[in-house]
């Protein structure tokens, strides 16, 4: 299966793909230069077009139903998830978010 993703002459003026926005802030912010406690990047796929981004500390549910309610694309965040150390399993709270997130098609960008 491929992934089709917009050029920029398909997109709105106040749009950006998803893959563009990640790619820049990887760059800008050279995560490859340092190892963290938690995978920096894109986190959880969703659209691959991004018109509103709701941005946060932590990726709590309170966030993402905050996102969910302005209609938001993705969120990027200081705090995401996949920390070192913890169980990589997808319940309790944590699939609970990510649950939500693929429910409403959200990115989740992460960068500590």
């Known amino acids: 299966m491929s992934v089709s993703h917009p050029s920029s002459a398909t997109l709105p003026p106040t749009a950006v793909s998803l893959t563009k926005l990640v790619d820049?802030?990887?760059?800008?912010?050279?995560?490859?230069?340092?190892k963290d406690y938690a995978p920096n990047g894109l986190q959880v796929e969703g659209k691959q077009?991004?018109?509103?981004?709701?941005?946060?500390?932590t990726a709590s549910l309170a966030l993402i139903e905050a996102a969910i309610s302005e209609n938001a694309d993705a969120i990027m965040v200081h705090h995401g998830y996949f920390w070192k150390g913890e169980d990589a399993a997808l319940t309790g709270i944590k699939g609970k978010r990510v649950q939500r997130l693929y429910q409403k098609n959200i990115s989740l960008i992460a960068y500590h």
């Open 24 to 34: 820049w802030c990887d760059q800008t912010l050279a995560i490859s230069a340092f």
């Open 49 to 57: 077009v991004i018109t509103k981004l709701v941005t946060g500390v």
